[in-house]
């Protein structure tokens, strides 16, 4: 089963995919996507480490997420990817075009072969106002594209709105 979670900022979005993974029964790698580059993501972060189970393997990979998900590629293995918005942002501050879009090719690839359970997180960024700078008005148009991209791969695709999911696919 693959599965898109999306949703805003603190929606609830983190722990309705921590509930789904959990469920399927098989042992979890939580690969995180964050950079810490202030106190206030060194928060977010140590809040969702405690949120989350200690016998859940981690695998912080900021840039390569294709790569870590052909290594964790098995039948037998659950995998959360949280999340692609700050994966998106990373790949962005790179300033590298060429490797931005092999990263989103690759992955795109990576999530279509993947074999295990799979749910991946990432923000709705599309529901506000139309931001004033280009970057911030391309990053909106990237993880927009990343989004329908990854709900056409996946089989289960779910909207958080208030801690209260909304299936979109299923």
Known sequence: MKHLVLGGVRSGKSAFAQEQITACGKPVCYVATSQVWDDGMAD?????????PSEWQLIEEPLALARVLHSLNSPDQAVIVECFTLWMTNLLCLEDETRLEDEKQALLKAVEVFEGDLILVSSEVGLGIMPMNALARRFGDEAGAMNQALAKLTDRVTFVAAGLP????S
């Not at 977010?44 to 989350?52: A, C, F, G």
């Not at 909304?166 to 696919?169: A, D, E, I, V």
């Open 44 to 52: 977010r972060v140590r809040l969702h480490k405690d949120n989350r």
């Open 166 to 169: 909304l299936p979109l696919k």
